[in-house]
């Protein structure tokens, strides 16, 4: 399954913004628009964590997805079979 994170947070909360992309890339996952990042690993109780945190948990949702059209190229890229 894959796991996908998405969000539009407004510019006044700029720095939660920063802080989830950031928090997001060193959990491992890959950006796949600007926005929007997919992993195959379960980390919901980090995004729930970095969401609460910084009170951004209108502006932000989770998705567990079976599938997606460009899965041979992210299981390339987080080396799965």
Not at 12 to 33: C, E, H, N, T, V
Not at 35 to 46: A, G, Q, T
Request: proline share 5%; aromatic share 14%; with cysteine.
């Amino acid at each position: 399954l894959w796991r996908i994170v998405i969000f539009d947070i407004p510019e006044y909360q700029k720095q939660a913004r920063d802080a989830l992309s950031f928090k997001l890339k060193q959990m491992g996952m890959l950006p796949i628009q600007k926005s929007v990042f997919i992993s195959p690993f379960d980390c919901r109780n980090e995004i729930d964590f970095v969401i609460e945190t910084f009170a951004i948990k209108p502006y932000v949702r989770y998705i567990v997805a079976k599938e997606i059209d460009i899965a041979l190229e992210l299981r390339h890229k987080f080396r799965i079979a």
